[in-house]
């Protein structure tokens, strides 16, 4: 794809020792030709601090976070793509759920890794709407104490016809 059917928004994850992980998002992006895409701001630490015995940890979500598309070309459709720039400890998942603007489809919760994958698909032309993103942080008993990272999460506007 040409550079000019893209653009990127990025949010950096900040995976704390507290616990098993805890989670914390910042924000950052920039316009690049029609299609763009930002997100809000930075969601609250969350943090998975609880569990009951025999039981995974108790998962934990954070829907502070909006993202604004814009693709004002009347003659082209769009996606959202989502990815991490490393892949989450062993035994720990963050998925992002976006909701979709009207006439769009959302792909529903999606496992984050270095892959990019689809998270809202069938963005019409025209289209500027406002959304909520939704991280779910679960792990497994056997992730243990996760020593502090951070993780770089980016939002890709793709053309798709």
Do not use: W
């Not at 603007?101 to 032309?125: C, E, F, M, Q």
């Amino acid at each position: 794809e040409a550079p000019s059917t893209k653009h990127q928004a990025r949010s950096m994850i900040s995976l704390a020792r507290i616990s098993l992980i805890a989670l914390a998002l910042s924000t950052s992006s920039k316009a690049l030709r029609a299609q763009t895409v930002s997100v809000s701001g930075n969601p609250a630490l969350v943090r998975i601090s609880t569990g009951v015995a025999g039981s995974p940890p108790t998962s934990v979500s954070n829907a502070v976070t909006t993202y604004t598309v814009t693709t004002p070309n009347p003659n082209r459709t769009y996606k959202l793509t989502m990815q991490l720039n490393a892949n989450m400890p062993t035994g720990v998942t963050l998925t992002a759920t976006l909701a979709a603007p009207p006439s769009a489809t959302s792909v529903g919760a999606v496992s984050l890794d270095v892959t990019a994958r689809d998270v809202v698909t069938g963005i019409p032309r025209s289209t500027n709407s406002t959304r909520s993103i939704t991280y779910q942080l679960s792990a497994t008993a056997a992730a243990g104490v996760v020593a502090n990272q951070s993780r770089t999460v980016t939002i890709t506007v793709v053309r798709t016809s």
